[in-house]
């Protein structure tokens, strides 16, 4: 899907490819666009679009709101961080925001789609956007906790790859899938 794979990636050592020299994509009426360091903003718009039941299977529990500590972390973007936020038509609103934390080869991500919006396929494109600037990195897998049943979680992450291995910690999912090629 992606266009947008850096000529210098090919050629740069893997880890040393940054995950936040990434541009702004547009897939059918959705533009999504990395989010700017600190776009505190940005975070707490999409968080408003989200119902009680949405924030708790992102946050793993009950979140009323964000405290400062939380949504400085969740705005943070660098060289291991790399967030993307997408938006549908010429609505300014955050739609969907998807997050990746770097570890290695490896990154822990999380997304969030607004309640509306829900099971109309922008979840499973900002994921696909999200795997593609991540192996354009030289990231190879990624990790997901999923808590509670979460079958739209499951659903997206399973189009990614047919192979996710399944792990259980602490009463959460732990899923890690295999980018590939
Ligand atoms: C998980 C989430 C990001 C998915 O976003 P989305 O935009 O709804 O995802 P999509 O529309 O691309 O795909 C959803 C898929 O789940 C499937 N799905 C939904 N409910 C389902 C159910 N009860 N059983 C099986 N599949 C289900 C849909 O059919 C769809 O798959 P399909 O396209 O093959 O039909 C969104 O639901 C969300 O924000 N949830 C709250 C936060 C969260 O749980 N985040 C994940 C933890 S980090």
Known sequence: MSTRWPEWAKNAGPDRRSVTAMHATHVSGITIRPLRNGDA??????FDRLGEGARA???CGAK????DAELDQLSRVDGNRHVLVA???GDARP???????RDGRSAEIALSVADELRGRGLGTVLLETLAADARAAGITSFVATVCGDNPSMLAILRRL?????????RG???????LGA
């Open 64 to 67: 009323p709101r964000l405290t």
């Open 172 to 178: 959460e999912r732990e899923i890690v899938v295999p």
């Open 41 to 46: 903003a940005t975070v707490v718009a999409l």
């Open 87 to 89: 938006y549908v038509g």
């Open 161 to 169: 790859s047919a192979s996710l291995d399944i792990r259980w910690q």
């Open 95 to 101: 739609a969907g925001i998807a997050r990746l934390v």
């Open 57 to 59: 299977s992102r946050f």
